[in-house]
């Protein structure tokens, strides 16, 4: 079954400030306007002409009562699916607990929940498609015979009939979890291609504007809309969007929020990228023109965010980074506070430059760059602050040292990281629990990077450091520094 995941943000990447319209989602803001659409199952239940339920956790269960706006069918369809995915994981919940009334209620409740979508989105959509309405026709099939199903339960004493019947249940509840899922997809991608071909269509810079916002907004429902939006080749109509001087900067950062959440490399598809690909060129360009020219933090992070992503997905787009002269304009930026200010921001730039290091000419700029230095700079992060800023210094550690693995390749940057005393400070790293906020992934990675550096120029460790951290196994190594306590050093 088909379940909207909650999350509402940019993937590690928290916002700063409140500069750009509909780049933040108050996620308390959301919750209120989400409680003033619920309200209790009794009127429900009453008007079902059921017995209302004397069980205990009655009182918490909460059904959509006023829909969105009039002609809002995007929001009516998320506000919907999300009630009917709880009411399922909910009742498969109660199933597996035997509870057989609260099961039926709720089986009662949910074909309400899933007749009131079909109609209400039938009153404000566009005509319906055969094969929408032949979806529409199975699902409320099944909610009539889950319905059915489960009030002859009711009547059940036996236990061994009542397990066999339990079993149909769960097959009924599951094709009609099947049902509604395709019911939803279809209706959304129907929805997000609509609002694609609205920014298409647009000559009207307000109107691109806003429309670029409620795709971005879209893209915070989580994986399954940005699926959506991928499939229908909407990354494809921000192209134009991010190359267009004559959009604003707020907009066209908007446009690479879109890219960033949907080439985002833990979202578990990748096949509806491919005409991306043909654009990537385009994109590439215009993103690292945003991160060159951004007036603000937000702006260079929502760029360079799209950028890191976009690099996990081919390595033409990091060939492409190298002719576009990237690397200096990432170095560059480092050292401007306005642009480059949070450990967030670093892990984008350290995440490019982690990519962009598999190929061997990128050692050369980073050489002439001064990159080492930076790398050195990125090591030297101190975890500290709010927990997400203590992960983002983990991870900015950890590809710094990644990084410099995959370039010491080159003897030159092997000499330079070691001049720099990048031999010392993985060192302590290794060692030292505190300055990696104990964290294996560091670790390991330090491990590797210390490794190589030793291969170039094993004169710059001391014979305790070689032989405990470079001489053994890696993973003999790794067990004798996890287990480390600061004291012994």
Request: proline share 3%; with cysteine.
């Amino acid at each position: 079954m088909m379940a909207l995941p909650g999350g509402r943000h940019l993937d590690c990447i928290p916002l700063q400030g409140q500069r750009l319209h509909l780049m933040q989602v108050d996620s308390v803001q959301r919750w209120m306007e989400d409680l003033k659409l619920m309200t209790e199952c009794e009127c429900m239940c009453v008007l079902q002409a059921k017995p209302i339920s004397l069980e205990e956790d009655a009182q918490g269960d909460l059904i959509l009562a006023g829909g969105p706006g009039p002609g809002d069918p995007l929001q009516l369809l998320l506000k919907r699916g999300w009630v009917i995915s709880t009411e399922l994981r909910r009742i498969g919940q109660k199933l597996a607990q035997d509870r057989w009334a609260r099961v039926h209620s709720m089986s009662v409740r949910l074909t309400c929940h899933a007749r009131s979508m079909v109609s209400e989105y039938s009153a404000v959509s566009r005509s319906s498609s055969q094969e929408m309405g032949q979806i529409e026709k199975l699902l409320m099939e099944k909610c009539s015979e889950l319905s059915a199903v489960t009030e002859r339960c009711l009547q059940v004493e036996n236990e061994h009939v009542l397990k066999s019947m339990k079993a149909c249940v769960s097959e009924t509840l599951s094709m009609l979890g099947q049902h509604f899922g395709q019911l939803l997809e279809l209706a959304l991608t129907r929805e997000v291609q609509a609002l694609v071909r609205k920014i298409d269509a647009s000559d009207n810079v307000y109107t691109t504007e806003s429309t670029t916002g409620n795709l971005f907004s879209l893209t915070q429902e989580g994986a399954p809309l940005c699926r959506i939006i991928a499939k229908v080749d909407g990354v494809l109509c921000l192209a134009d969007i991010l190359t267009d001087d004559s959009h604003s900067e707020a907009t066209r950062a908007e446009a690479a929020a879109v890219v960033a959440q949907v080439t985002s490399p833990h979202l578990p598809f990748t096949q509806h990228l491919s005409s991306f690909l043909e654009s990537m060129e385009e994109i590439v360009t215009a993103l690292v023109k945003l991160c060159q020219e951004a007036s603000s933090g937000e702006v260079f992070l929502l760029a360079s965010a799209a950028l890191a992503n976009i690099t996990f997905l081919d390595t033409m787009a990091c060939e492409m980074l190298l002719q576009l002269n990237a690397i200096r304009i990432l170095l560059e930026a480092c050292s401007d506070k306005q642009r480059v200010d949070t450990p967030y921001t670093r892990d984008q730039i350290v995440t490019i430059l982690a990519n962009m290091s598999v190929l061997e000419q990128c050692a050369s700029d980073i050489i002439q760059e001064n990159g080492v230095q930076l790398i050195m700079g990125m090591l030297s992060e101190k975890p500290s602050g709010t927990p997400a800023e203590v992960a983002a210094c983990e991870r900015v550690q950890q590809k710094a040292a990644v990084t410099l693995a995959r370039l010491s390749r080159d003897p030159e940057v092997a000499r330079e990281a070691v001049r720099l005393s990048c031999m010392s400070r993985l060192i302590e790293l290794c060692r030292l629990p505190s300055e990696r906020n104990s964290s294996d992934a560091v670790l390991v990675a330090c491990l590797a990077a210390l490794r190589r550096l030793a291969g170039v120029c094993p004169e710059g460790l001391q014979d305790s450091d070689f032989q405990q951290l470079v001489q053994p196994r890696l993973v003999d190594s790794f067990l004798l520094c996890s287990n480390m306590e600061e004291s012994f050093v």
